[in-house]
């Protein structure tokens, strides 16, 4: 998470880092991942999210201390939002991660792919060995590449309307910037009401 600015406007990253933990959201993520979002959100600067996680932290330890509670945290500071939303989708974006990630699903403005990213519930090999798990090693090899080649890409999310572009990596930044440049005067009209009620 951090700040900075692309094409002269102040805007504010947030990103998985596959390099500790590979990229999964845990309780302490998800919780500095909110605040950041509402801290934004109160200084009026655009979201651009970039996504990369295989899914939630796996753990019974976890799921004790709540860990979905504090990932619908972070979905709810995304779903109040009401300054530009950008996301993109950089490799992977797995299950209720990518969907507490600023996914469609919570009403992001634009959200967009790399050719190289994969969107799915879950990943090749775990979706085969839950679908087919009676089936042979040879057939898992094939099995795997059929998943792949089937479900794991962004192209089969924008047909569906889960993404808006598919982009090449090195346009990110300009596409970013005209779609910032094109979302500066959004405004977004929530209902009226006294104050929001976020997980407990």
Request: proline share 6%.
């Amino acid at each position: 998470m951090g700040l900075g600015r692309i094409a002269g406007r102040p805007v504010e990253f947030i990103a998985n880092q596959p390099q500790a933990l590979a990229g999964t959201l845990d309780i302490a993520a998800s919780q500095k991942g909110a605040r950041f979002v509402r801290f934004c959100d109160a200084f009026n600067l655009p979201l651009i999210t970039l996504v990369d996680t295989p899914g939630f932290l796996p753990g019974k330890d976890l799921e004790w201390r709540g860990m979905i509670r504090h990932g619908a945290e972070l979905a709810f500071a995304y779903a109040e939002a009401t300054v530009p939303r950008i996301c993109v989708i950089l490799r992977k974006a797995f299950g209720g991660a990518y969907i507490v990630m600023d996914s469609r699903g919570l009403g992001n403005d634009l959200c967009f792919a790399w050719p190289g990213a994969e969107i799915a519930v879950m990943g090749a090999e775990g979706a085969v060995q839950i679908l087919n798990r009676r089936s042979t090693a040879e057939e898992r090899v094939a099995l795997l590449a059929e998943y792949t080649e089937r479900f794991l890409t962004p192209w089969q999310a924008a047909e569906r309307g889960f993404v808006d572009e598919v982009i090449d990596p090195t346009e990110t930044r300009r596409t970013v910037a005209t779609a910032l440049s094109a979302l500066a005067t959004e405004r977004e009209r929530l209902p009226g009401r006294k104050h929001a009620i976020g997980p407990q």
